[in-house]
């Protein structure tokens, strides 16, 4: 079982704004940045967000994200049909030495 | 162009041994840590192991430890999990990634500080255990 917490399920309209949250410990998003995932069905991940807020190139700014404590969140205004993916968070563990994911929010554009 | 390509999946059985591969190209390798996260059927990510630029740092999740071992080629731009002692839990898609940095801002100029993330993922190789 993941120790970082996400929802299993999101869902939204087109248009609208949705946002996903990620919880963790003080191990991990308490002290270190978050980063998010996007998986589209049957491809690999794509990096989204980095560093709690930041956008690679060519990824729309309709996505954000935020961090505060040992939370985070995703946020995706203007919902379209081609959101409809996999959103995994992502963030370092000091404990582990290593790496942990979300479970993942499959979201759904109604 | 950036590419990891992954290599070395297929079918094992249970107790038997498998060497997946990575090939890079479009950056300096050298440079870089990587990472292999893999993802079980129908389920979400797992992060397996990690090995910084020089190898000198190789970390793994504890469900592989003492299993699976990872190592890189930086001459050849390559890296490499041996995994051993397969089990059914093993059956998942393995992809090779980067691991990317920025600036810590906050950090010191004369003793600079960096966050980093996993930017750019492999296709992927399929590993299956069954008998």
């Known amino acids: 079982q993941s120790v970082v917490t996400q929802p299993p399920s999101a869902s939204g309209t087109p248009g609208q704004r949705i946002t996903i949250t990620c919880s963790g410990s003080?191990?991990?998003?308490?002290?270190?940045?978050v980063h998010w995932y996007q998986q589209l069905p049957g491809t690999a991940p794509k990096l989204l967000i980095y560093?709690?807020?930041e956008r690679p190139s060519g990824v729309p700014d309709r996505f954000s994200g935020s961090k505060s404590g040992t939370s985070a969140s995703l946020a995706i205004r203007g919902l379209q049909s081609r959101d409809e993916a996999e959103y995994y968070c992502?963030?370092?563990?000091?404990?582990?030495?290593?790496?942990?994911f979300g479970g993942g929010t499959k979201l759904t554009v109604l | 162009e950036v590419r990891l390509v992954e290599s070395g999946g297929g079918l094992v059985k249970p107790g038997g041994s498998l060497r997946l591969s990575c090939a890079v190209s479009g950056f300096t390798f050298s440079s870089y840590s990587f990472n292999w996260v893999r993802q079980a059927p129908g389920k979400g990510l797992e992060w397996v192991s990690s090995i910084s630029s020089s190898s000198l740092y190789i970390h793994y999740a504890p469900s592989v430890r003492g299993r699976f071992t990872f190592s890189r080629d930086n001459a050849k731009n390559s890296l490499f999990l041996h995994m051993s002692s397969l089990t059914a839990e093993d059956t998942a898609v393995y992809y090779c990634?980067?691991?990317?940095?920025?600036?810590?801002?906050?950090?010191?100029?004369?003793?600079?500080?960096?966050?980093?993330?996993?930017?750019?993922w492999g296709k992927g190789t399929t590993v299956t255990v069954s008998s």
């Open positions: 990634v980067r691991e990317g940095r920025q600036l810590d801002p906050a950090s010191s100029p004369y003793n600079p500080s960096y966050f980093y993330y996993m930017d750019v």
């Open positions: 560093v709690n807020n």
């Open positions: 992502s963030v370092y563990d000091d404990k582990l030495n290593g790496w942990l």
């Open positions: 003080n191990s991990n998003i308490g002290i270190n940045p």
